[in-house]
Nanobody, 126 residues
Framework: QVQLVESGGGLVQAGGSLRLSCAAS????????MGWFRQGPGKEERDFVG?????????DYADSVTGRFTISRDNAQNTVYLQMNSLKPDDTAVYYC??????????????????WGRGTQVSVSS
């Protein structure tokens, strides 16, 4: 079983930056496609933010974050990152990392991910 733990969330003013981390254990991390999702206040579902494929990783981003957020991974540290720049109040949400089972391609659909972290709160003030 793969376990995921997010960290790095907090309070930040609009225009600021945060770097979220997701540490994985219990699996072969380099073989896992990873995704970031977020659930804003009052929202019913977790929305896709970005993904990265296994190994070196091809990245994919939601239109709302393209050009501002960057996803990366460090396979030696079993960690995936989400660098968040030029933050906006609309970015306020609980951010979750997720993993697919090994060798499966990344996806924008949350239902296709098998493992989830608890989430970390990101609050952006205006």
């Amino acid at each position: 079983q793969v376990q995921l733990v997010e960290s790095g969330g907090g309070l930040v003013q609009a225009g600021g930056s945060l770097r979220l981390s997701c540490a994985a254990s219990g699996g072969t991390f380099s073989q896992l496609a990873m995704g970031w999702f977020r659930q804003g206040p009052g929202k019913e579902e977790r929305d896709f933010v970005g993904s990265i494929a296994w190994l070196g990783g091809t990245t994919d981003y939601a239109d709302s974050v393209t050009g501002r957020f960057t996803i990366s991974r460090d396979n030696a540290q079993n960690t995936v990152y989400l660098q968040m720049n030029s933050l906006k109040p609309d970015d306020t949400a609980v951010y979750y990392c997720a993993a697919r089972r090994r060798w499966r391609p990344p996806s924008r659909q949350r239902s296709e991910y098998d493992y989830w972290g608890r989430g970390t709160q990101v609050s952006v003030s205006s």
